[in-house]
Each structure stands twice: as structure tokens, then as C-alpha cells.
């Protein structure tokens, strides 16, 4: 191998090194963790210090204890020197078919309002009928697949230009990247946050103004849609008990109509 190689191959972080980290984006003590975790505060620190080596089974408990997503607790076992834990499939592959059936059943049920499945760096992999109508006309380079929905929502030549609270609908989808970050630790959303920061949108208006629902409570997506203006709600589901990656970091972003108006338009869309 040459010099060159040599460098740019990456050092994996020690087990401890990588175990400190997470409890530190936790913003949890030694001691809370080590409470926790039922293991002794002097154990936890000679752990993260690298002067004890943690067992397979302290390595998963610590993890659970710091929510630490399974894709991640794979990679502690294998600092760790043991094998992953938590496989990983395609959602096509066959062993993942009630999980794939599951997904279609609530996106089908959720008609005729607008459903899709993602995945943790917001690729659509799978929607309801009630989506295709709401993209007529965008770029077709942005409906190549893989769709990431959120560049797909704020790029200049997607969505934008459609949605009529641009500002504040921007501001809360990188609010919810952010989060998700100091939550994950994803270099890859890091990326989309400064991606999607770059396109084009005005600042958003005063809490006070339009762009919220009545009283404040929500920011919903504000649409011109193929019958009119659209004004949904969105929520998101996760499976609650996944114990394999892809079904753990797939999401549900179901939408709702915030209003007798938007209900009509969207089953005369469906009709």
C-alpha cells in the first residue's frame, strides 16, 4: 500500500472513545449512565478510557441506555471486536415483505390524502396515489430516483415555487434536520441541512402573521395544488418495536387537510 493510501484510510475510534461521545451528545453524566446501566461509575469511565474492554452484552445494554440507533450500535460491536447484531435489508428483499406489506396497507388506508414512506436521509420509498397529482410538472431530474423529498420540497425548480408559506415551511424542515443531527449524529442530513440552507427562500414571517394555523399552534404546508390552494398538516409515524435497521429508520409522513376546503380538493384530486 502506498504512503498515500496509508493516510487516507481512516482510524476506527476505540470502543470507549466512540461510547463517550454518545453519552456526551446525550448530555448524560457518568454517573447517570452508569446508574442506568447498572454497572459502577469507576467500571463506565475505565470503559470509555479504554482501560477495561466492555462485553458484548455491556456494549448493547450502554447503547440501549443512550438510544443510540441499531445502524450505530452495529458499529460499537464492531469497535468492540464483535460481530453486528441487527441485520439490514432492502425493503424488497423477500424477508422483508410483511414489513413491506404493513407500510403499503398504511399508505393505501390513507387515502385520499397524501402519504409516503422514507428513509433516514429522506428517500421516498413508497407513496399513495394521493402523491403523484400534487408533483405534476416538477423537474423530472428531481423525480429520478432515488426522490429525496425534502430537496425535492425546497429545490427552486421542485415544490417551492408552489408552496405559498415557503419561509416558514423551510425554516421548520431544517429545524427537524437539526434535531435529528444532535439525535443521530448523521454526516449525511449535515450535508442535506447545508444543501438545502443554499436554495433560494424569503425569510419567514412573524409569528404573528400568516403562515401558522389560528392561534399559533402549527406550521402547515400551505400548497397550490392541481385544484386550488392546499393547506396540510403532516405527522410521522415509526414502527415502535423495529429490531433490524431499515425498518428502524423508516418513517411514515402522513398528511392531513387543515380545513374543509383542502379536504374537498383533496377528494375531488383522488376522484
Do not use: C
Not at 60 to 84: D, H, I, K, M, W
Not at 86 to 105: I, Q
Not at 128 to 142: E, K, Q, R, T, Y
Not at 205 to 234: F, K, R, Y
Request: zero cysteines; a neutral charge; glycine letters at 6%.
Amino acid at each position: 500500500m502506498s504512503s498515500a493510501s496509508a493516510q487516507a484510510a481512516p482510524h476506527p475510534q476505540p470502543v470507549g472513545a466512540l461510547l463517550r461521545g454518545w453519552r456526551q451528545r446525550r448530555r448524560r453524566s457518568q454517573l447517570d449512565l452508569a446508574l442506568d446501566a447498572e454497572v459502577s461509575q469507576r467500571h463506565l469511565s475505565f470503559i470509555e478510557s479504554g482501560r477495561s474492554a466492555p462485553s458484548r452484552e455491556m456494549v448493547l445494554r450502554l447503547a440501549e441506555q443512550l438510544e443510540v440507533p441499531l445502524r450505530e450500535r452495529n458499529a460499537l460491536l464492531l469497535a468492540a471486536g464483535y460481530a453486528p447484531a441487527y441485520a439490514e435489508r432492502a425493503l424488497d428483499d423477500p424477508a422483508m415483505e410483511p414489513a413491506r406489506r404493513a407500510v403499503e396497507t398504511i399508505l393505501a388506508a390513507h387515502a385520499p390524502h397524501p402519504a409516503l414512506a422514507v428513509d433516514r436521509h429522506w428517500r421516498m420509498l413508497a407513496a399513495n396515489a394521493a402523491v403523484a397529482p400534487l408533483l405534476a410538472g416538477i423537474d423530472a431530474a428531481l423525480l429520478a430516483p432515488p426522490v429525496n423529498v425534502l430537496r425535492l420540497s425546497l429545490h427552486p425548480r421542485g415544490l417551492a415555487p408552489r408552496i405559498r408559506n415557503l419561509g416558514e415551511w423551510r425554516a421548520h424542515l431544517l429545524e427537524r434536520l437539526r434535531r435529528q443531527v444532535a439525535a443521530s449524529g448523521d454526516a449525511a442530513v449535515a450535508a442535506l441541512i447545508v444543501e438545502l440552507s443554499a436554495f433560494p427562500a424569503p425569510e419567514p414571517a412573524p409569528p404573528t402573521q400568516p403562515g401558522l394555523l389560528p392561534g399559533g399552534i402549527a406550521v402547515p404546508l400551505v400548497l397550490e395544488g392541481p385544484n386550488g390552494i392546499l393547506s396540510l398538516l403532516s405527522t410521522t409515524t415509526v414502527f415502535g418495536t423495529p429490531a433490524e435497521i431499515t425498518l428502524s429508520e423508516l418513517a411514515i409522513e402522513a398528511f392531513y387537510p387543515a380545513d374543509a376546503g383542502t379536504a374537498a380538493r383533496l377528494r375531488a384530486l383522488a376522484g
